[in-house]
């Protein structure tokens, strides 16, 4: 594939990724409270909880809910909205933490 088709297609699925919100959301959600290495905690990990609690309100099975989950992580990654690096899996790490404690603090 052309470089510049390769380019397109990442933009693109970026967009499809987070293009569903408004600007000045999504400038807040990348703002960081928690910054010590390698935990870093912002506006996304609220909005993994905030997720969690959805899917879990809709009745999702735990397992298909953390699978669902993964899937959308790996289609993120697969976008280009992250970086082939140690933090970027640390963070998918506690993106998922979030997500769980969500899921599982409708049941408490």
């Known amino acids: 594939m052309p470089q510049g088709k390769s380019k397109n ?3 693109l699925l970026k967009r499809i990724s987070d293009g569903y ?6 400038k807040q959600l990348y703002v960081v409270y928690v910054n010590k290495p390698p935990i870093q905690i912002n506006g996304w990990s609220g909005m993994h909880f905030l997720s969690g609690i959805c899917v879990a309100f809709l009745g999702l099975r735990e397992k298909i809910a953390l699978i669902i989950h993964t899937c959308w992580e790996l289609f993120q990654f697969i976008a280009g909205d992250n970086r082939m ?3 970027t899996f640390v963070d998918i790490g506690f993106d998922t933490l979030f997500y769980y404690l969500g899921y599982k603090f409708l049941f408490i």
């Open 21 to 26: 919100l408004p600007q000045w959301l999504t």
């Open 9 to 11: 297609r990442k933009h």
């Open 85 to 87: 690096d140690i933090e």
